[in-house]
């Protein structure tokens, strides 16, 4: 019995250098990837640092845009107020000008008509004159005759 508790003793032995080297090659391991580890930690650290700044910058630029936005609806606003008195003074013009050729047109009108009464005043002085050149040519005082 005393040889069974020798050779139990003796694999308890082996067992322990076992699990000692075991942990001592686990240890090795785990340094190995924590090195990998600690500096992706601190790459992602540098990223996480990246991210902040450029979430500073995506709300600046958030800013910027709904400022932007509020200068665009107030020059759609001027712009609209511009166009409404446009379109007035525009309608205003079109009245004018409307008034104007109506105007125009009557002027014309009576130009025309006085045109035409001249015309016929004309003709009946011509024709009297052509009854008095007539009458002065039968009786002998024409201007042929030298008088």
């Known amino acids: 019995m ?4 020798m050779a139990v003793d003796e694999r ?5 250098v076992t699990v000692a080297t075991g942990f001592a090659e ?16 601190g790459r992602m ?12 910058r995506m709300d600046r630029l958030e800013g910027r845009m709904d400022r ?3 200068r665009m609806d107030a ?16 309608q205003l013009l079109l ?7 109506r105007e125009m047109r009557v002027t014309t009108e009576a130009i025309v008509k006085e045109h035409r009464a001249d015309r016929r005043v004309m003709y009946s ?19 042929e005759q030298g008088s």
Do not use: C, Q, W, Y
């Open 12 to 16: 308890l032995a082996r067992l322990e």
């Open 26 to 41: 686990l240890g090795a391991r785990m340094s190995r990837i924590e090195m990998p580890m600690d500096r992706l930690g």
């Open 68 to 70: 932007m936005e509020d």
């Open 125 to 143: 002085k011509l024709g009297d004159h052509r009854v008095r050149i007539e009458a002065l040519a039968s009786h002998g005082h024409g201007p």
């Open 75 to 90: 020059f759609n606003a001027k712009l609209d107020v511009a166009v409404e008195t446009l379109s007035d003074k525009m």
């Open 45 to 56: 650290d540098r990223l996480g640092g990246r991210m902040g700044r450029l979430e500073g």
């Open 2 to 5: 005393a040889g069974d508790v």
């Open 95 to 101: 009245e004018r000008m409307d008034a104007h050729i």
